[in-house]
């Protein structure tokens, strides 16, 4: 069965430093990841796709399958961006499994 | 386009009751599907509803059902109610034949039994 490691529960960064929000998974086929935020009061939405290989709000996320990461990273942090994230895995375009989310927290 | 709704936006029930929430998807989708989120945690998967039928269902108990409608609007339902069910309930819509597997989440319905 598929998984979706977050370690971190909690980063704190000051506005302008780089971010890094780590995410490992588990799967030996080709999997579909994803990155969700959750702002305070908003629901879950979606930030990033691997398959567009896009950049949204100035982050970006590479697919590692060698080291089976997908890690979202930033260089340089505002305060709007402090908010719940999750990375997610899909197989077969059915059920997402969800990691246990990093809150970010950016101080100004 | 509201996107995905549901109803209620709280609930609280007793041990041992029987519940049901509501989910429309966003405008033009046709696949649902239903998530639990404890405190503190991840959404984890429940079951995915496209064509009136289960198509996929997560590590769940039998308490938990579903139903879609042929507007493709979907209700969970969930019997005999634990004080562990207490959580956010999250309704996904998504296209089946879209090229990837983007899922639109709704606000949630926040249950607590007591």
């Known amino acids: 069965a598929q998984r979706v490691t977050q370690p971190e529960k909690l980063l704190s960064v000051f506005k302008g430093a780089p971010v890094e929000l780590k995410c490992n998974y588990s799967y030996s086929g080709s999997p579909e990841l994803f990155w969700y935020v959750q702002y305070s009061r908003q629901r879950l939405q979606l930030l990033l796709r691997?398959?567009s290989r896009e950049s949204i709000k100035g982050f970006t996320a590479d697919l590692n399958k060698g080291e089976t990461s997908f890690h979202l990273k930033k260089p340089f942090a505002q305060e709007e961006d402090s908010a719940m994230y999750y990375c997610a895995l899909s197989v077969g375009r059915r059920a997402l499994t969800f990691g246990s989310g990093t809150r970010l927290q950016v101080q100004p | 386009d509201a996107g995905v709704t549901q109803s209620p936006t709280h609930l609280i029930k007793t041990r041992g009751q029987q519940v049901t929430l509501r989910c429309s998807p966003k405008?033009?989708?046709?696949?649902v599907s239903w998530y639990q989120q404890a405190l503190g945690q991840g959404p984890q998967f429940i079951f995915q509803?496209?064509?009136?039928?289960?198509?996929q269902r997560g590590n769940f108990p039998d308490r938990f059902s579903g139903h879609q409608f042929p507007n493709y609007s979907s209700e969970l339902n969930v019997n005999a109610l634990l004080l562990g069910d207490s959580a956010l309930y999250l309704c996904?819509?998504?296209?089946?034949?879209?090229?990837?597997?983007?899922?639109?989440f709704g606000p949630g319905t926040r249950l607590t039994v007591t």
């Open positions: 691997h398959i």
């Open positions: 405008s033009g989708h046709d696949t």
């Open positions: 509803y496209y064509e009136e039928e289960e198509r």
């Open positions: 996904a819509s998504s296209l089946a034949l879209a090229g990837v597997n983007e899922q639109y």
